[in-house]
């Protein structure tokens, strides 16, 4: 019996050993920085350190003339330089990029504007002499994601504001030293998640402000984009090199980022915990084995997470950028009494009454099976247009990125700055955003298991009532 005893001690402790280690499909999660508590999986938070101060609200004094350094000028970093020379009370003080060249063509957009030449920084570490000017206030930034953090924190200990592109961070780790340099430094940490002004997204966010969905159960989110004919275009192959190694939802914060600020996330409401699962690599491993050579594939073709919330709601993530299929970000909205829909049909569903005669004649007879008419859907979209794009629409539609979003997003940044107001994405919707990549790779490597949620407010997430854009008075 002794002998029986010792044997089941010791596979249990085995279990155990081999449940804390387990990785699959190259990730490089060690589980280091969490633990299993009550059947779920919990991610250290560190307290906040003395000297430290919340970044809820934060406002900065205001800047009138926003001095910029970009840093990335490969993919989307061109496009923002063009975009910035149609926004007033903009100067571009320095551009910045591994490769000379790509420096050069940007400054042929700002001679093309008609605006002076800002002064060039080239190699891998040319971006701290950036970010060490004394006649810079803003450090935009649009490298390959695993960058993002170490020139964000060096932008932030030199005292400049940061605007990251996504996702902000890659790990949770990572998503900590954001929030703990933007509390001790007071700069502004900005994720410029784009897909939160495209013109749908927010008029349905000012729709579920006006209440017209009821009560919000649920949401859905994806970033579904077949990259074959893009894997190319990635400097040095970092993109693929990136989702070889590492499981999970990778790029999450375009699909989540929009219903986040539906579902009012730390600032009444917060995301509790996650499951994940995905398939295995088929697409993904021909094109790394014909890329790179290699035998294995951490990031399944297919990723779903799950999410639920503390007021009750659930959250749909999906991410797959390998097989054939049209482009799709998700977004939906499914309330008590009313429902959106953008893709691949973007549509609403009211129940009767629910919406005025003020609207359309027609609107107080809404159809609860179906969606709406192309008529009343128009006016409905024209009725509830939000305040930001019925100032700034024409422009940004004009002026471009991803149909206008990036302006939108843009003229937004600058708008804050400008008048000292509180950012419409602040440093924990980076890091919430962001750590989706790790915690959904650590549940789906350990068989689906939940995995809490870290709350990068520390317990402030409900002082706040309300998601809202701040306007100057």
């Known amino acids: 019996m002794k002998l029986r005893r010792l044997f089941v001690a010791c596979a249990v402790v085995l279990a155990g050993i081999a449940l804390q280690s387990c990785c699959c499909g190259g990730s490089q999660i060690s589980g280091e920085n969490y633990e299993f508590k009550d059947g779920m999986i919990v991610f250290d938070e560190p307290e906040r350190a003395p000297g430290q101060e919340s970044m809820l609200a934060f406002a900065a004094d205001p800047i009138p003339v926003v001095r910029v350094g970009f840093i990335g000028l490969g993919g989307r970093g061109p496009g923002a330089v063009q975009r910035f020379t149609h926004i007033e009370g903009v100067e571009i003080k320095g551009l910045c990029d591994i490769e000379p060249d790509r420096v050069e063509k940007s400054q042929g957009i700002l001679e093309k504007a008609g605006m002076p030449r800002a002064e060039g920084y080239t190699g891998r570490e040319g971006y701290k002499a950036l970010c060490e000017r004394e006649d810079v206030d803003l450090i935009y930034i649009c490298t390959d994601w695993v960058n993002h953090v170490p020139i964000a924190l060096y932008a932030m200990e030199h005292g400049k504001h940061v605007a990251i592109e996504v996702p902000a961070a890659t790990s949770v780790e990572e998503c900590w030293q954001l929030v703990d340099t933007s509390e001790r430094t007071r700069r502004h940490c900005m994720m410029l998640e784009n897909c939160c002004y495209d013109f749908f997204e927010l008029t349905a966010l000012n729709m579920a402000q006006h209440n017209l969905f009821g009560e919000v159960l649920h949401v859905e989110g994806a970033y579904i984009h077949n990259l074959a004919d893009f894997w190319d275009v990635y400097y040095d192959n970092w993109r693929l090199d990136y989702n070889q190694k590492h499981r999970g939802d990778v790029y999450a914060t375009h699909g989540l980022g929009p ?113 709406m008419p192309k008529e009343l859907y128009d006016a409905t979209m024209e009725y509830y247009k939000h305040p930001i794009h019925r100032e700034i629409e024409e422009k940004a539609r004009q002026v471009g990125g991803h149909g206008g979003m990036d302006f939108v997003l843009d003229f937004r940044l600058f708008y804050c700055l400008q008048n000292g107001l509180p950012l419409d994405q602040d440093v924990y919707d980076a890091a919430e955003w962001s750590c989706i990549g790790e915690l959904s790779a650590t549940s789906a490597n350990h068989n689906s298991m939940p995995v809490k949620f870290p709350d990068f407010t520390r317990g402030d997430w409900n002082k706040i009532q309300g998601y809202k854009h701040a306007v100057k008075e």
Request: with cysteine.
């Open 259 to 371: 219903v986040c600020q539906v579902l009012n996330i730390h600032r009444g409401n917060r995301m509790n915990y996650l499951v994940c699962m995905d398939t295995k690599s088929v697409v993904g491993l021909e094109c790394a084995q014909k890329k790179m050579g290699s035998t294995e594939f951490a990031n399944g073709d297919h990723t779903h997470t799950l999410i639920r919330t503390e007021l009750g709601q659930t959250i749909e993530i999906q991410h797959n950028v390998y097989t054939p299929r049209p482009y799709n970000r998700l977004y939906q909205i499914t309330g008590s009494k009313g429902f959106a829909n953008k893709y691949p049909i973007s549509g609403l569903t009211f129940a009767p009454g629910q919406l005025s005669a003020d609207v359309h004649p027609d609107a107080p007879n809404t159809n609860a099976h179906g969606f």
